[in-house]
């Protein structure tokens, strides 16, 4: 432990993301970041074939431990005392599927990211087995559809595709869990008694969690055919002491909140503004995520959204409920642009070129990479570019990408208006993307309310941290948060500044884009690795997209106006 500069009882956050891992010290005094001894270490999934993402689970680990100790260095080097740090946090990118052997400690296979669409023809199958061969059919026990997205399907496909996975099994050594199950487990201790638990947040992404007992129930495992070989982890509040760190320079601090990173923000903002049930916010990341607090009711969605819970703060506090509008890409958009166009060098180049013109001239990104997610759960849907012109270059390409996120928040909004039954009149943001100002005043421009930015901007690490410190048996945390109207004044607010008859007639174009974008991947057209051929046929294969002319010409096209500017 390092002794020096006192800065009063701190709390940590781990925040282990779906491109990036990091390390955050907050003060429990003011609340505020202290942002210097922030460590962060970026990374990118695997992408071994189309449609499938993919990490190594150690690398999860082992950036995260890395984070902790380059934390602790830097407190060193700025006199900052790491023993007043109290409790540590663990916030995560949801969904994203572990499993590993509880002997050795080891991975199984590789972490299948929350985007990933390999299953496809899981999903297909599982459909065909409901009574009402409906996606909705399990809504009303976990709140969610069969797609995907969830962790079960990801789960199922592991156990139909696996060797190692099916042997362990077999063998009673096969655990799983999301993210923050595998960080915690190897946390506190791994093979030498880690502790093995998940949050109610993080388990009402799997899919096997009934989201009224908060238990993993039955019907659902028979349903996805879950062995009592797969070892699950035990559901606990979010708030609350799990375990304590094991070794390295934090040895011995308590591990004391666990959330989902779109549950985390929401926990975020609700500190910030004081807001309960009503409150709703949405982070730009990765993907997309929309969240309104709906309080201890349960409400299931007529209008695509996803039923979740959106944390509990402590074992004997309520359930706090949510609906959920998510979309797969977003900050993955300007990546793609980036790294495989190569359009610019940074992200953040994207709002000068897109500033450079006024408008898309009737040019949009429909970027379902992975699927269209909320509202529409097309997992057969592919990105397409239109409306080009001779007359489009990059700009007004960069101009489309950064519109194409809006109008997916704008699409998200208009089903949570519609579920709700009180319209939003403001929309608190989040994440990375956020500090793109062109980015938040088209948003406000197409969402017709004003985009309200807090001037803390880094709202995950920052509820999962104050829920650590709130957690019974650390009672740490001490910051006095302003209330809701002078918290509000002090954020960064965008104004509409546009008609309401332009906004209704660029929202029409959008529509017509998407459903252009739908129905691409034919059912029928398969690819098999040379590891899948080898398969039992009655096993399930994964449905692979027939894009490879759309994305050819596609990339040709945008190359040739690229360099032609």
Not at 364 to 390: E, H, K, M, N
Not at 494 to 509: G, H, M, N, T
Not at 510 to 520: E, Y
Request: hydrophobic residues 40%; glycine residues 8%; proline residues 4%.
């Amino acid at each position: 432990m390092t002794s020096g500069r006192e800065y009063g009882p701190l709390v940590a956050a781990i925040d282990q993301g779906t491109t990036s891992t990091r390390f955050m010290i907050f003060s429990c005094t003011t609340g505020e970041a202290i942002h210097e001894a922030t460590h962060q270490i970026p990374f990118s999934p695997d992408e071994p074939q189309q449609g499938w993402s993919q990490v190594n689970a150690m690398k999860l680990l082992e950036t995260t431990r890395e984070c902790m100790e380059r934390s602790v260095e830097k407190c060193g080097n700025l006199g900052i005392n790491t023993e007043q740090i109290k409790a540590i946090g663990v916030t995560n990118q949801r969904e994203t599927t572990v499993v590993w052997d509880r002997n050795t400690g080891k991975p199984l296979y590789d972490a299948i990211v929350w985007l990933d669409v390999r299953t496809s023809g899981t999903v297909e199958s599982l459909i065909q087995l409901t009574e009402s061969q409906n996606k909705d059919a399990l809504k009303h026990i976990c709140g969610l559809p069969i797609h995907p997205y969830f962790s079960a399907v990801k789960l199922r496909w592991l156990l139909d595709n696996c060797e190692d996975v099916q042997r362990a099994v077999r063998e009673n050594r096969c655990m799983f869990g999301t993210v923050d199950s595998w960080l915690i487990w190897n946390l506190t201790g791994g093979v030498n008694g880690g502790v093995h638990v998940t949050d109610v947040t993080n388990a009402s992404r799997t899919m096997l969690m009934n989201i009224k007992t908060l238990q993993w129930d039955d019907t659902l495992k028979a349903f996805f055919s879950i062995p009592d070989g797969v070892i699950m982890p035990e559901i606990r509040s979010s708030s609350e002491v799990y375990g304590h760190m094991s070794d390295g320079s934090l040895k011995g601090i308590p591990i004391a909140s666990c959330l989902g990173d779109q549950s985390a923000a929401l926990f975020g903002h609700s500190c910030l503004t004081k807001s309960e049930k009503g409150g709703a916010k949405n982070t730009y990341g990765t993907g997309c995520f929309l969240l309104y607090n709906t309080g201890d009711e349960i409400v299931f969605s007529h209008h695509g959204l996803l039923t979740t819970v959106g944390f509990q703060m402590g074992p004997s506090s309520p359930v706090q409920y949510a609906l959920e509008g998510a979309v797969a890409t977003a900050g993955e958009l300007i990546r793609w642009l980036r790294d495989n166009l190569e359009m610019f060098r940074e992200s953040g180049d994207i709002e000068r070129l897109a500033s450079r013109v006024d408008s898309t001239e009737d040019v949009y990104f429909v970027p379902a990479f992975s699927g269209l997610f909320a509202p529409y759960w097309q997992p057969d849907a592919r990105g397409l570019i239109i409306g080009l012109t001779r007359y489009t270059n990059k700009h007004h390409i960069a101009r489309a990408a950064l519109e194409a996120v809006c109008f997916q928040t704008k699409e998200l909004l208009e089903a949570m208006n519609k579920d709700s039954g009180i319209p939003l009149t403001a929309l608190l943001v989040d994440g990375g993307m956020t500090v793109n100002d062109l980015l938040m005043q088209v948003q406000a421009d197409l969402l017709g309310i004003e985009v309200v930015r807090p001037s803390v901007s880094e709202m995950t690490a920052f509820g999962v941290a104050v829920a650590a410190g709130l957690a019974e048996g650390v009672n740490a945390w001490c910051a006095k948060f302003k209330s809701s109207d002078e918290s509000i004044e002090r954020m960064h607010r965008f104004v509409p500044q546009i008609s309401a008859e332009e906004r209704d007639l660029r929202y029409s174009r959008w529509k017509m884009a998407v459903q252009r974008s739908m129905q691409w991947v034919q059912p029928d057209v398969k690819r098999e690795t040379s590891e899948e051929s080898d398969k039992a046929p009655h096993q399930l294969q994964p449905h692979v997209a027939a894009t490879a002319f759309m994305c050819s010409s596609l990339a040709m096209a945008l190359l040739a106006i690229i360099r032609h500017i």
